[in-house]
């Protein structure tokens, strides 16, 4: 990957426990090289990758430890849904 691209690279990681919070929370979040670690432990633990570039804007606003604000439930709740299906075709396997 270039300098340039890991430069603009944003990632943020988060996590949705329904037995402890209301909404999936920040738990992780950088760009540059950070964003490429990110990235990197996503994949080392099997962890879904979902890419959308809005969306990583809007998170962009958000501090870890935060909850996802109630404007972008419907998206997140596509991605939910992403990892949902990822989830079940490596259970399937």
Request: glycine fraction near 4%; hydrophobic fraction near 40%; proline fraction near 3%.
């Amino acid at each position: 990957m270039s300098e340039k691209k890991i430069r603009n690279k944003t990632a943020t990681a988060l996590q949705y426990d329904k037995s402890s919070s209301s909404a999936p929370k920040v738990v992780a979040q950088g760009k540059g090289h950070v964003a490429k670690k990110i990235e990197e432990l996503a994949i080392e633990n099997e962890i879904p990758i979902y890419q959308d570039e809005k969306l990583a804007q809007q998170l962009e606003n958000l501090s870890i430890g935060d909850e996802i604000p109630e404007a972008l439930y419907e998206v997140v709740a596509e991605v939910l849904v992403f990892i949902s299906k990822v989830d079940n075709r490596r259970s399937a396997r």
